[in-house]
């Protein structure tokens, strides 16, 4: 059924997108740990820690829809379709989402 296997591929593709996520969130919070290691007890948040949170916390946002995505696909209410309507969005965040002068829109 040509139906049942576009969903899967955007299952697929919705999947590898959280991977990535989750990928770059535990490196954002390996990072954070080395930070706060190397820190003083009483200091104060530096500006790349700073950072690393507000990726963390935008990523943690786009995992919360592509998981979404994923049950709207797996109850057939979103088409194939649809979600290939925002490949190009999400993988433009994927491939730019630290670059200095990223606008997310």
Same mark, same amino acid.
């Given at each position: ?12 593709? &919705? $999947?590898?997108?959280?991977?990535? @996520?989750?990928? /770059? ?7 954070? %740990? !080395? ?27 786009? &995992? $919360?829809?592509?998981?979404?995505? @994923?049950?709207? /696909? ?7 379709? %649809? !979600? ?22």
């Amino acid at each position: 059924d040509p139906e049942t296997r576009q969903r899967m591929e955007a299952r697929e593709w &919705v $999947e590898s997108c959280l991977d990535q @996520l989750q990928t /770059l969130k535990d490196a954002h919070e390996a990072e954070i %740990e !080395v930070i706060r290691s190397k820190q003083k007890k009483n200091s104060k948040v530096s500006e790349r820690e700073t950072e690393l949170n507000e990726f963390i916390e935008r990523h943690s946002y786009h &995992v $919360e829809r592509l998981e979404l995505i @994923l049950r709207l /696909l797996d109850n057939e209410n979103l088409t194939y379709n %649809e !979600v290939n309507s925002i490949k190009d969005d999400v993988d433009y965040y994927l491939q730019s989402n630290t670059d200095p002068d990223f606008q997310e829109d």
